[in-house]
């Protein structure tokens, strides 16, 4: 029975996270003003619009924000981390507060991964396609300039050679250790739920 129940809970985290990364990248392409007619923006919209749709009802956009997404993917998250207990034999009763919390710090955990996957990707993409007009791309430069464009305006001008995204890697880095790692052992986040982080 243990097996299976392992089984089924990769099944969900695997399924229900990738969804949740759509969900999030949705926020997020909103959020760096990506080009929502490129296909890959449009494949977004297209996977999260059955839940978003009645969502934004009920939670309408503020200040340019697509608040829905952003409470979607909170709900996912909440959802995936209580099928994940419940499946292992975990009562979650008394578990609730502290689950809201975890599903704050698992969003934030995927944020974090989307900008810092997306700038190795934009790395590389700088040294084998430089100027590609390739629609993955342009998504992955779109949602890495609005990190980037900071650093370079402080950086000294080193004769068109960007280090930007080392610095950029390294705030990232930091903010999953000293921020995301802490609250998780501050909150007695589960070692099962780690797969989240």
Not at 52 to 63: A, D, E, Y
Not at 108 to 125: E, G, P, Q, R
Request: aromatic share 8%; net charge positive.
């Amino acid at each position: 029975m243990n097996g299976l129940n392992t089984a089924a809970v990769y099944v969900v985290q695997t399924l229900g996270s990738l969804y949740l990364l759509i969900v999030l990248l949705r926020f997020i392409l909103q959020l760096v003003r990506a080009d929502f007619y490129n296909p890959l923006s449009q494949f977004a919209v297209k996977a999260t619009k059955p839940l978003l749709n009645p969502l934004r009802k009920v939670i309408p956009g503020f200040g340019g924000l697509d608040l829905a997404s952003l409470v979607l993917a909170l709900l996912i998250q909440l959802l995936l981390m209580i099928l994940t207990l419940l499946l292992m034999g975990y009562g979650i009763g008394a578990l609730l507060p502290q689950l809201l919390v975890w599903s704050v710090i698992g969003v934030t955990a995927l944020f974090v991964k989307i900008f810092f996957f997306a700038l190795i990707a934009s790395v590389i993409l700088s040294w084998v396609a430089p100027h590609s007009h390739n629609p993955g791309a342009q998504l992955v430069n779109q949602l890495c300039e609005p990190l980037l464009a900071p650093i370079r305006r402080i950086l000294p001008n080193l004769g068109g050679l960007d280090i930007s995204p080392i610095f950029a890697f390294i705030a990232l880095n930091l903010v999953d250790m000293l921020v995301i790692k802490n609250l998780a052992a501050m909150t007695s986040m589960p070692q099962l739920l780690s797969p989240f982080l």
